[in-house]
């Protein structure tokens, strides 16, 4: 009975600000790399951020380098992403993932992911 549930998205105009907050339950993830993904209507799925288990390590897309920040409370079980300076290409459903395997060095594309999320959506207008 492993959930992992995102909060934190909705409305924001450019320029402005969101945090999302993925919160774990059912097990223990504190061994795990988490990440974010998203994916826009009729666009696939991108990485967006990801942070290896310690935190110590961590990936960004180029397209948000700069704006967004990811972060984890292990002992908490949540995972964070603080988003900044939102533009309206980052209209997408988020989805919090994670995984403990990877097929090359630390990156969002590297990672092999077991568990997601259901998604939370951000929507950023002009």
């Known amino acids: 009975q492993v959930q992992m549930v995102e909060s934190g998205g909705g409305l924001a105009q450019a320029g402005g600000s969101l945090r999302l907050s993925c919160t774990t339950s059912g097990s223990t993830f504190d061994d795990y790399a988490m990440g974010w993904f998203r994916q826009a209507p009729g666009k696939e799925r991108e990485g967006v951020s990801c942070?290896?288990?310690?935190?110590?390590?961590?990936d960004y897309a180029d397209s948000v380098k700069g704006r967004f920040t990811i972060s984890r409370d292990n002992a908490e079980n949540t995972l964070y992403l603080q988003m900044n300076s939102l533009k309206p290409e980052d209209t997408a459903m988020y989805y919090c993932?994670?995984?403990?395997?990877?097929?090359?060095?630390?990156?969002?594309?590297?990672?092999?992911?077991?568990?997601w999320g259901q998604g939370t959506q951000v929507t950023v207008s002009s």
């Open positions: 942070i290896h288990w310690s935190g110590s390590r961590t």
């Open positions: 993932a994670a995984g403990n395997k990877y097929y090359g060095g630390f990156s969002c594309g590297a990672l092999n992911v077991e568990y």
